[in-house]
Nanobody
């Protein structure tokens, strides 16, 4: 129901844009908060950023703030993660997820019902 794409191999300092296309969700795409999580080898999955429904408010992990931007196009049922100034430590499998978490819980992965399959991002020189 969520299809993440756009990953790849880039050099430090470069940019990449991930897409998350939704289909078949029980409710309209616009009614879900869309979040991006990432998981590096040997590490726990961590929150990267999200965009809520009401007004499109965005929230980011401190590690990606000012470098990553989450956006959405409800007409296309698609969300995006624009990643700039990429660092080797950004290397991970990136997942998009849809849910309706209350504001304090937007960073909790257990608040999201639907998940994409993940797309690999590797930042290396």
């Amino acid at each position: 129901q969520l299809q993440a794409s756009g990953g790849g191999l880039v050099r430090p300092g470069e940019s990449l844009r991930l897409s998350c296309e939704a289909s078949g969700l029980p409710s309209s795409f616009s009614s879900y908060t869309i979040a991006w999580f990432r998981q590096a080898p040997g590490k726990e999955r961590e929150f990267a950023g999200c965009i809520r429904t009401s007004g499109g408010s965005t929230y980011y992990a401190d590690s990606v703030k000012c470098r990553f931007t989450v956006s959405r196009d409800n007409a296309k049922n698609t969300a995006y993660l624009q990643m700039n100034i990429l660092k080797p430590e950004d290397s991970a499998v990136y997942y998009c997820a849809a849910g309706r978490p209350a504001l304090p819980a937007v960073t909790s992965d257990n608040m999201y019902y639907y998940w994409g399959q993940g797309t690999q991002v590797t930042v290396s020189s």
